[in-house]
């Protein structure tokens, strides 16, 4: 099996599983006050230091959540609403036009019931947010401004964004930014204190931790109000019994993939640039998205002209190589890209794309599968078209 | 050979995916996206294209062990099923969608794609017999003649009929859903789709003039020419129609009144009685040949002029692309737009179809 979509999820860590494994075997509430609760609670004690310590935060400023679907949540809903509980006025979302789902629906979730307003911030041909385009963005009212998002690093194209220029931006005005660092954290040095970001938000899963099990760092000065209201567990910001076994595998794969990193990183852009390599070789005319200025190393995102990306997935699974589309809704149907979209490209275009993603297990061997397969995988599917499109947009692209 | 099946997240389908595997084919499962607005047609399950359908036939295929794919088709089914069934009855024609999903999206579009990816047939779950005799595709009734599809795969042409496969056309509907229980497949006892799917509140009318307006024309009584009344498009109407005809005078001999026409460009619906719908004679084109095979000369056989229903001996006189159909006996709501099937009895192996065509006019 040829594994390459590691941006989706990527295998536990050794050092996490052990982690998990141990202390799945032992009993206590850590919120419990007896021996216990007191070794349960130390547990979580030390995992929190260690994730701030491999992050350039505070302990106090690590929220565990359940992954970063509900970081993000809490983050946007959050500090919007305290922002906007402050000062009635402030009712502006500036938005990363390529941010995750878990943000973009978020923020139209707010939109449609807290009568948020929404500025997306255009982001360029690599998917990047500028600095120019986030400070005329909050010139034009930046009293209204409730708070800023934007990504760290794209999870479909691997572009990284400018976060401490943005982050100094909106400094100047007061104005909060959260980031989205879930594809960032363990692939590219993040230092939560000296990017100026007022909120983080990372998962394990996407890092060698288990599912399920995520944080946000949230500045100390930062106001946000809870999504759950419960026993008052993380600073009375988020409630709810902490998972001690996947809190400790968390924090013990964040410090491994942060002490590897630059290692890890070295490696798995070599083997990324050779996949590049091997693309561009086999078909000459496949367009390499998100390519220019700082990126992941690990991500390698290709549209291929007249191909359907559900086509292209099909055929490599059956040769046994996985990789992924880009986002998929609930009913697993291939959507254009948004990112894509954003970025420029038509809707067509969009739709024939394939994100190679690499991670800690990914060898030259992965490599050569996917070399013997593409070309042949490419014609196959341009055969097939794009079937599911109209026949207009068929003749189009021929 | 390798075998897609087209899985709707209905039981019949995934009975037919069951079948492919056992006859030893390398089967993948595809399920069609068919919505164009995910949030309102993909909800809740009506048997096929809302997002519970797709998780059915998601769980099928885990059941069954084959790969499963979801294939995004729904701008191709807007352009060829929806925008030709909103046009056809924009034209006065009765349509049958079904007939022209199985024609351009499951055997054409589907068929294309699953074809060049590499693929030797495509299985369906449909209840309809084909087997391949000296190289020619011979499609027949289903052995359960109450579950019988060969009317909507009648326009099939034998190209399309050679990569075709129909697993379920010797069995009986209730010994498929027995079948299903049996190899735990979850959809054993899911309800049989009914509506047309991309009307999931049955009100045809209503998506009509959502999509068409209101096209005011006149109610006229076919024998006197006299104005009956006013109505709102001509879309709203089939041949043979009885009711909502909005009349409020009864007919002067007390019988009911019958839609016996529609003219799309005076809008006027012409109404009678009963006697004024009987056919006896069809006009229709666009022939199709699913053997492959074309009737030259005047032929007796058994004609269907609707999904269900509507069969009567008849001599069918064909002239290449068209052809005349004179009918033993008079058959009553016969729609231009709908297909007209021409079959040659066989009680034992299943009626023949011999081909089909699109009914245009009948006197």
Redesign the interface.
Known sequence: MTYLDHAATTPMLPEAIAAMTEALSTVGNASALHSSGRRARRMVEEARETIADALGARPSEVIFTGGGTESDNLAVKGIYWARHDEQERRRRILCGAAEHHAVLDTVEWLEAHCGAEITLLDVDSQGRVSPDVLRAAIASDPETVALATVMWANNEVGTINPIAELAAVCAEFDIPLHTDAVQAVGAVPVDFAASGAAALTLTGHKLGGPFGVGALLLGRDVTCVPLLHGGGQERSVRSGTLDVPAIVAFAAAVRTSVATRAEYAKRVEELRDGLIEIIRREVPDAVLNGGEGERLPSHAHFTFPGCAGDSLLMLLDAKGIECSTGSACTAGVAQPSHVLLAMGADPAAARGSLRFSLGHTSTAVDIEAVAAEIGGVVTRARQAGLAGMRKQIQKQEV | MRVLAAMSGGVDSAVAAARAVDAGHDV?GVHL?LSAK?GTL?TGSRGCCT?ED??DA?RAADILGI?F????????F??EVVETFVGEYAAGRTPNPCVTCNEKIKFE??L??AM???FDAVATGHYARLSVVDGVPELRRSADSGKDQSYVLASLTAEQLSHAMFPLGDSWKTDVRAEAEQRGLSVANKPDSHDICFIPDGDTKKFLENRLGQRPGELVDAETGAVLGRHTGVHGFTVGQRKGLGIDAPAPDGRPRYVLSLEPVSGSVKVGSAAGLGVKVIEADRAIWPSGRPLTEPTECVVQVRAHGGIVDAVADVDSDTMTVHLREPLRGVAPGQVVVLYRPDAEGGDIVLGSAKISGTH
Do not use: C, N, Q
């Open positions: 993948v996206a995910p993909r997002i797709s998780h998601r790969p794919y979801i294939w995004d088709f729904a701008e191709r807007t352009e579009a589907l294309e794609k060049a990816l590499g």
